[in-house]
């Protein structure tokens, strides 16, 4: 039996679709396409929401309480990232494959290459410091290159691939500990202090160090970290189903993810974040007790850090061990000043810088209650954390030196360098600080001076409560 529709009948459907088309466009427009709306965003430095507007390439967006930049877009999309962390790889390779250095003494001719460092600590039993010296100039760094192009080429051809949440996630994490740039100041500190000792020429693998640390420095600052968790995001190939974020932003359950930055409600069975698997804390767990810990135990190695040899000089079967304050003190006999001061600035001072600002940081964060103290300079300490958090890796570049100057003077009873038990106890106090730093968590000085009450509110929708966006300086 045919059945049909009466003219009210088509009115009414067709106004029935034209309404749902409408719907449908105030809908995009309410919520566009990943990566083009506006979104809520936890500051990282002190806990505050809010909403980050729509970025042009080159801009980024700085947290109006603290000034933590909350979101940076780079321009290039993933072409340039991607171009830069692939030519990374090629140059590691040659770093590692190719001669260091040539170093000759009395006719005898010692080539080496950067493998050579750890392989003769392990000889002298400092296998400790084998391993940190391994994990940070060349494990670390592998694993970070590759992590990043493991994800960024299916990004580049719009394919998904297992794991790219977590591979993402762990790269990042080993950009941490990746020290290259470290390792070539280091590099240069040992070619200026053996310039009395031994003839040196200098290898391939000095020239594609300098050249790697440039590129992955300009990688580094060309890749959109949020960007690229977006990109993730319409392969579909998170964790779990990643919800809109704009109500997830008003949610005063809402957590800020510490791995990826999305803003979410913890599942009640897993607790994880959907976008790259993190379990969900809204601070980081035992920080102040684990910070501590971290804290007191590199105050107590900085002792025998500077009270043991770290360096050992034999030159015709003589020689004396040397400390690091007996290294600044050797530097400034042969009137090398500015190597002086770059050995005292690396290896005393800014250890010492970080165990005393963290500790203050730890302190006041502990005084909850009272409020002219927790907020006294509350916007300066927040600088200073992630000051201390960035410039920890620098103290390796002594670590470095000694491990190149063991491998590359072992010329018998004529010279040998030897690294002592001092250079383990302070390999140990500058790992135990980038870890204080790494456990730290800047929000709890804000929650302890009561500044974090509150959870996000819609009228920091408001523009004068938006953050602060900014162009690229001229620098």
Not at 110 to 126: A, F, K, N, R
Request: net charge positive; hydrophobic share 50%.
């Amino acid at each position: 039996m045919a059945t049909g529709q009466g003219p009210a009948g088509k009115a009414a459907a067709r106004a029935a679709r034209a309404e749902k088309r409408a719907a449908t466009r105030a809908a995009l427009a309410a919520h566009p396409p990943v990566g083009e709306r506006h979104q809520v965003h936890e500051c990282m430095g002190c806990g505050q929401r809010q909403v980050v507007p729509t970025l042009d390439p080159g801009m980024r967006a700085r947290c109006v309480r603290c000034g933590t930049t909350l979101r940076r877009r780079a321009a290039g999309g993933v072409d340039r990232p991607l171009a830069l962390y692939i030519a990374s790889l090629g140059l590691f390779a040659v770093v590692w494959l190719t001669m260091l250095m040539r170093v000759s003494t009395s006719g005898i001719v010692h080539d080496t290459t950067l493998i050579s460092g750890p392989m003769e600590l392990v000889h002298q039993g400092l296998w400790p410091l084998a391993l940190a010296v391994a994990f940070t100039s060349a494990l670390a760094p592998l694993a970070k290159f590759v992590g990043m192009i493991y994800v960024l080429v299916p990004l580049k051809l719009g394919l998904r691939v297992p794991g790219m949440a977590p591979v993402f996630l762990f790269a990042r994490r080993m950009g941490i500990w990746a020290m290259m740039e470290v390792l070539l100041l280091g590099v240069f500190v040992a070619f200026t202090k053996l310039g009395d000792l031994v003839t040196m020429d200098v290898g391939p693998a000095v020239y594609a160090l300098g050249l790697l640390t440039v590129v992955t420095v300009w990688a580094d600052q060309a890749l959109d970290r949020e960007a690229v968790w977006q990109g993730i995001e319409r392969l579909g190939a998170t964790w779990g189903t990643v919800p809109d974020e704009d109500p997830i932003g008003l949610d005063p359950h809402a957590i800020a993810c510490e791995g990826c930055g999305l803003l979410s409600v913890p599942h009640e069975e897993h607790g994880q974040c959907p976008r790259c698997g993190s379990h969900l804390h809204a601070r980081k767990p035992n920080s102040i007790a684990r910070t501590w810990a971290f804290v007191m135990a590199g105050a107590i190695l900085y002792i025998p850090a500077n009270y043991y040899p770290v360096l050992t000089v034999v030159q015709s079967g003589a020689g004396m061990p040397s400390t690091i304050l007996g290294g600044v003190e050797e530097l400034l006999a042969s009137h090398m000043y500015p190597l002086a001061l770059l050995v005292f600035f690396a290896s005393i001072l800014v250890p010492i810088f970080k165990l005393i600002g963290l500790g203050i940081m730890l302190t006041v964060t502990m005084m909850a209650g009272n409020e002219q103290r927790t907020r006294f300079m509350l916007r300066q300490r927040t600088v200073l954390y992630f000051i201390v958090a960035w410039i920890g890796r620098w103290s390796m570049v002594d670590i470095f030196m000694e491990s190149l100057l063991g491998a590359l003077v072992q010329f018998g009873v004529i010279a040998t360098i030897q690294p002592g038990i001092g250079a383990v106890a302070f390999c140990a106090v500058v790992l135990l600080t980038i870890l204080a730093a790494e456990f730290f968590d800047p929000r709890l000085m804000w929650d302890a001076a009561g500044l974090n009450g509150a959870r996000f509110k819609p009228e920091l929708r408001d523009s004068t409560h938006g953050p602060a966006v900014s162009n690229p300086s001229p620098s």
